[in-house]
């Protein structure tokens, strides 16, 4: 409708591609277009920029680049990692909080005669390690625990589960998607066999990702075709998106040296903190566990999370709440269910996450819009107001 | 246009209210489009008589996906608002109930009080919308001398939807706009297709929204079996007025006042349903002639044009949305009650259906047939 300024703080869904982002991958539509598997000369331009763009994501994880293999995103990644690593009969640990990808991935080997334990999770959204410990079974084939949370942006303890997952020789994959540039990986440490990171969700664009899978793992493909990806994922590489999501990595990884991580979370803790002043009967769900520096998910009693983000969207602000079903109606987020949060908290709770792009400017926007969005609902709710709109 | 307001359109997918947004939009107002998610067409998929793809109405996602065309073609922002835990609570289960009761329940009418114009009026106002617009097929309008909000009659007779609008309270009423009530369905389908709206051809929905292909028994059984639970024995005897036995039935909930096939019983002359006693389980048939009664009595009763019924009041009554409102008397009779005496009998009066009440185009009030 009329251009009314747009503010975006909803990165977790997706980021905007940064302009040295699109710069390094325009390139490769036009001038360099060639098949990377192709032996001629533009086969050799596009084969060497891929292999580039592997070495910075390898960089960006701390593996080797042979360990990388280029995705489609998340989803691929999480159901290559999943179904790649079990077979029937297997026995599988997952949590109640994993994003889509895993949960429904994991239902369907249920079907297709795998075991899958949903750990709990407690009231900050946290994994037990010991619950992750007691839930193996001779039959354990993977443990499979996000880094960060999509919604409240809890950190995972990951770390003490791949130590678990070593101790008992089972496969160990991390989601890190709500991880990848916004704190620092490093394989090695957590210990993982499989950590998968989507390009779009760290300012590259939608449609690339990579998995990450540990030297020696057999890993069986989802798809077969050529020996692309070392004969781990086939199909002809997307050689835009994955030179792009070479440059964001880059690009995170500079952000780690300058500490804008710290800045982000800076500006995060400046909204957080600047809505808590304001509002009262709110409150951060996850807020007593450590977090990625982006996101923060905040409660507000007595509204419905629903018209909060509308009204929010008519004003020029976008924010989320809970998952969007196939119809694009929300639904109480599967996270905040989990974790058990007292009587309808789960609905009224908006997640703010922001990204490289946002200023403080836009912050100092929000907190103004906020505040007065969640009194008009709590002043509309449940009872009407008493004027009429005819005459 | 000399004020605009922001008017919120339930857009269900249909050209109705796919119109109404494109008329509010070209005349100046500020558009929200707000379509329910009312029920997963999907939970019942599989199950015995429901289809396994879904192309129900109004709850599919084929008609959310219609309705966000339109909206990107008018230019207005839209959002898809879950309603489906009050949908079920107070539309679906009742609907179950009352079949296991052995009455034919509305359930538009009970989606319209409980969801259009309670939950999604809520929302509108909000979102900040003045008002809620409609693709009814009805007028609202303020008498100043009553110091009341009226619902009429649509121009359009054959179009008129206020038998299910009964139960709306003068604060919705002041709240919903009908721009539909003064058109034809012709006009309206010509003014889509002005509009260039895509779906201006689309056929009108004539089923529940939520009973794909309008088998209510088969939804019975696939509602109650995807909630695990059994459905209730309710067969019974088949007796006449006099209390004679003439045979047995399976289940109070396959059978409708007025029906004539399935009952089971051979006789020289054609019997039908007359009543449906749900607590003995009774199924009463009967000949033609026993369908007539003059009198019911109705609850739950919403006023609309009146305060109270001080005293009898003569108006015309419906008592199924094709059923040509008949001369009758209304009159209080304790309570939420209100008891109709027709002046000439009326066929099929049927428990759970609704009563409602005119003066002329003027709708009176209605309430619930016990």
């Known amino acids: 409708?009329?251009?009314?300024?747009?503010?975006?703080?909803?990165?977790?869904?997706?980021?905007?591609?940064?302009?040295?982002?699109?710069?390094?991958?325009?390139?490769?539509?036009?001038?360099?277009?060639?098949?990377?598997?192709?032996?001629?000369?533009?086969?050799?331009?596009?084969?060497?920029?891929?292999?580039?763009?592997r070495d910075s994501v390898a960089l960006l994880l701390g593996c080797r680049a042979a360990e990388v293999v280029f995705t489609s995103g998340g989803t691929e990644g999480d159901n290559l990692a999943i179904a790649g690593l079990t077979g029937a009969g297997d026995h599988i640990v997952t949590s109640s909080i994993e994003h889509h990808a895993v949960l429904h991935a994991s239902r369907h080997l249920e079907d297709m005669g795998c075991e899958v334990t949903y750990l709990p999770v407690d009231g900050h959204g946290l994994v037990d390690s010991d619950d992750v410990r007691r839930a193996l079974r001779p039959n354990t084939r993977l443990i499979s625990i996000m880094m960060a949370n999509n919604e409240t942006g809890v950190l995972q303890p990951v770390d003490e589960i791949g130590r678990i997952a070593s101790e008992a020789d089972v496969y160990f994959h991390t989601d890190a998607v709500q991880a990848a540039g916004k704190v620092p990986i490093d394989v090695k440490r957590i210990g993982c066999d499989a950590l998968s990171i989507s390009g779009?969700?760290?300012?590259?664009?939608?449609?690339?990702?990579?998995?990450?899978?540990?030297?020696?793992?057999?890993?069986?493909?989802?798809?077969?075709?050529?020996?692309?990806?070392?004969?781990?994922?086939?199909?002809?590489?997307?050689?835009?998106?994955?030179?792009?999501?070479?440059?964001?990595?880059?690009?995170?990884?500079?952000?780690?040296?300058?500490?804008?991580?710290?800045?982000?979370?800076a500006l995060r803790d400046r909204l957080q903190h600047g809505i808590l002043a304001q509002v009262e009967e709110a409150g951060v769900n996850g807020g007593g566990a450590a977090r990625v520096p982006n996101t923060t998910s905040i409660y507000f009693d007595h509204i419905e999370g629903e018209a909060m983000v509308i009204s929010l969207d008519l004003k020029g602000l976008a924010v989320s709440t809970g998952a969007a079903c196939s119809s694009g109606a929300i639904e109480p987020s599967h996270v905040l269910v989990a974790m058990e949060l007292r009587a309808n908290r789960a609905r009224a709770s908006i997640r703010f996450s922001l990204g490289k792009q946002?200023?403080?400017?836009?912050?100092?926007?929000?907190?103004?819009?906020?505040?007065?969005?969640?009194?008009?609902?709590?002043?509309?709710?449940?009872?009407?107001r008493k004027q009429a709109v005819h005459s | 246009?000399?004020?605009?307001?922001?008017?919120?359109?339930?857009?269900?997918?249909?050209?109705?209210?796919?119109?109404?947004?494109a008329m509010l939009r070209a005349d100046g107002h500020n558009v929200i489009g707000l379509t329910m998610q009312l029920w997963n067409q999907?939970?019942?998929?599989?199950?015995?008589?429901?289809?396994?793809?879904?192309?129900?109405?109004?709850?599919?996602?084929?008609?959310?996906?219609?309705?966000?065309?339109?909206?990107?073609?008018?230019?207005?922002?839209?959002?898809?608002?879950?309603h489906e835990e009050r949908f079920e609570r107070d539309v679906v289960r009742p609907f179950v109930e009352e079949y296991l009761s052995g009455r034919t329940p509305i359930p538009c009418s009970l989606c319209n009080n409980h969801l259009k114009f309670d939950q999604l009026l809520i929302v509108a106002q909000q979102i900040g919308a003045d008002a809620l617009a409609t693709g009814h097929y009805a007028r609202v309008e303020y008498d100043e001398r009553r110091g009341r909000w009226l619902l009429?009659?649509?121009?359009?007779?054959?179009?008129?939807?206020?038998?299910?609008?009964?139960?709306?309270?003068?604060?919705?009423?002041?709240?919903?706009?009908?721009?539909?009530?003064?058109?034809?369905?012709?006009?309206?389908r010509d003014l889509a297709r002005n509009y260039g709206l895509a779906l201006a051809e689309k056929p009108d929905s004539q089923e529940i929204c939520f009973v794909p292909g309008g088998d209510y028994k088969k939804f019975l059984d696939a509602y109650l079996s995807d909630r695990g639970e059994a459905l209730p024995d309710t067969?019974?005897?088949?007796?006449?007025?006099?209390?004679?036995?003439?045979?047995?039935?399976?289940?109070?909930?396959?059978?409708?006042?007025?029906?004539?096939?399935?009952?089971?019983?051979?006789?020289?002359?054609?019997?039908?349903?007359?009543?449906?006693?749900?607590?003995?389980?009774?199924?009463?048939?009967?000949?033609?002639?026993?369908?007539?009664?003059?009198?019911?009595?109705?609850?739950?009763?919403?006023?609309?044009?009146?305060?109270?019924?001080?005293?009898?009041?003569?108006?015309?009554?419906?008592?199924?949305?094709?059923?040509?409102?008949?001369?009758?008397t209304i009159e209080k009779s304790g309570g939420d009650e209100v008891l109709v005496t027709f002046d000439e009998p009326q066929r099929a009066i049927t428990p759970g259906q609704a009563a409602v009440f005119y003066d002329g185009d003027i709708v009176v009030g209605g309430g619930w047939i016990m």
């Open chain 1, 358 to 384: 946002n200023t403080i400017e836009e912050i100092d926007i929000a907190l103004a819009l906020v505040p007065e969005t969640v009194a008009r609902l709590r002043e509309l709710s449940p009872a009407y």
């Open chain 2, 1 to 21: 246009m000399t004020n605009p307001k922001t008017i919120a359109v339930a857009m269900s997918g249909g050209v109705d209210s796919s119109t109404v947004a």
């Open chain 2, 42 to 82: 999907r939970r019942l998929a599989g199950h015995e008589g429901m289809p396994e793809q879904v192309t129900g109405r109004c709850c599919s996602l084929d008609d959310v996906y219609d309705a966000r065309r339109v909206a990107e073609h008018i230019g207005i922002p839209y959002y898809v608002v879950n």
């Open chain 1, 1 to 53: 409708m009329s251009a009314i300024p747009r503010i975006y703080l909803d990165n977790n869904a997706t980021t905007p591609v940064l302009p040295e982002v699109f710069e390094a991958m325009r390139p490769y539509f036009g001038e360099h277009f060639g098949n990377a598997s192709s032996i001629h000369h533009h086969g050799q331009e596009t084969r060497a920029a891929v292999e580039r763009a």
């Open chain 2, 152 to 188: 009429k009659r649509a121009s359009d007779a054959s179009k008129d939807q206020t038998y299910f609008l009964f139960g709306l309270n003068q604060e919705q009423l002041s709240r919903t706009i009908f721009p539909l009530g003064e058109m034809t369905k012709p006009a309206v």
């Open chain 1, 200 to 265: 779009h969700k760290m300012h590259a664009p939608q449609g690339v990702g990579a998995l990450y899978v540990r030297k020696g793992t057999r890993l069986q493909p989802l798809f077969y075709g050529g020996r692309h990806e070392r004969s781990r994922r086939a199909g002809t590489e997307n050689v835009p998106g994955i030179v792009a999501l070479g440059k964001a990595a880059e690009l995170a990884m500079q952000g780690f040296d300058r500490q804008n991580d710290k800045k982000m979370s």
């Open chain 2, 235 to 328: 067969s019974g005897e088949l007796v006449t007025a006099g209390g004679e036995v003439v045979g047995e039935h399976t289940g109070i909930h396959n059978f409708t006042v007025g029906q004539r096939k399935g009952l089971g019983v051979a006789t020289g002359s054609p019997l039908y349903v007359i009543q449906i006693n749900g607590d003995q389980r009774q199924v009463v048939v009967g000949g033609q002639e026993q369908l007539y009664s003059r009198m019911l009595r109705a609850h739950r009763v919403n006023l609309i044009a009146v305060d109270d019924l001080h005293q009898p009041m003569r108006v015309a009554v419906k008592i199924r949305h094709r059923h040509e409102a008949a001369p009758a």
